[in-house]
């Protein structure tokens, strides 16, 4: 087992991280029919906020007469009509990657913004021998962005023992904040504009990017506070 000092958790985004990206195209594909104008500034609004923060930051964009709660619904039955054609499925390479950390002497959990049972269950049940098996996955809808929940909260740890892995920028100025790990694997060219604008020194297109060497190194620096300087 490879010894790791500082880092105790590993906590990975699901969708488009560890399963393909189906929200950036649909919620694109949702605001343009509707005659909203996409922007990068709108997916910051939009990408990991809760539902109902995104449901109503599509409303006013697109001036549409709907709530919030019923601009996100419209949304999801949208993105169910849009994996019927596209499929979620576990992206190349991620079992690998996981086996990867495995091998470290550290917890690993995923996250997400839909239940469990939706996204989980349904989609990774091969993978689940890989997660902490008292929380392998936290729904993080409610609790977005959710780091200060899941280091403080749930795994009890100091913020610069946690290494987050995402595609969304919006995380990776959380924890730039809280001076949490992380790595970017943003999957539009607004995502990763954005956190090279926030200082993210570690952006790869795949999980299959990540090798021991860069965790070794990210835990060298999270221990002597060198990660965002």
């Known amino acids: 087992m490879n010894t790791l000092n500082k880092i105790k958790l590993i906590a990975v985004d699901v969708d488009g991280v560890l399963l393909t990206d189906t929200y950036s195209p649909a919620i694109k594909s ?8 996409y922007t990068s500034e709108l997916e910051r609004l939009v990408w990991g906020s809760p539902h109902i923060a995104g449901g109503h930051n599509i409303s006013l964009v697109c001036k549409l007469p709907w709530s919030a709660q019923k601009t996100i619904d419209e949304f999801f039955r949208h993105h169910a009509r849009y994996i019927e054609k596209h499929p979620i499925e576990i992206v190349q390479g991620a079992a690998d990657f996981l086996g990867l950390l495995q091998e470290l002497n550290v917890r690993v959990t995923s996250y997400g913004g839909r239940t469990k049972e939706y996204i989980f ?14 929380n392998p996955y936290i729904d993080t809808n409610s609790i977005r962005p959710g780091v200060m929940e899941i280091t403080k909260e749930i795994f009890k740890l100091d913020f610069d023992e946690v290494l987050f892995i995402d595609d969304i ?6 924890a730039r904040y809280y001076r949490s790990g ?13 956190m ?24 060298s620096e999270l221990e002597t506070d060198k990660f965002w300087s």
């Not at 269950?121 to 008292?134: A, G, H």
């Not at 920028?169 to 959380?174: D, P, T």
């Not at 090279?196 to 190194?217: A, F, N, P, R």
Request: charged share 25%; aromatic share 10%.
């Open 196 to 219: 090279q604008d926030t200082g993210v020194k570690y952006i790869v297109s795949s999980v299959t990017e990540i090798t021991g060497e860069m965790l070794t190194q990210i835990d």
């Open 182 to 194: 992380f790595i970017g694997t943003p999957v539009t060219m607004y995502q990763k504009e954005q």
């Open 121 to 134: 269950d349904r989609y990774m049940p091969s993978l689940e021998n890989y997660f902490d098996k008292d």
């Open 30 to 37: 949702f605001v343009e029919k509707h005659g909203g104008i």
């Open 169 to 174: 920028n919006r995380m990776a100025e959380v």
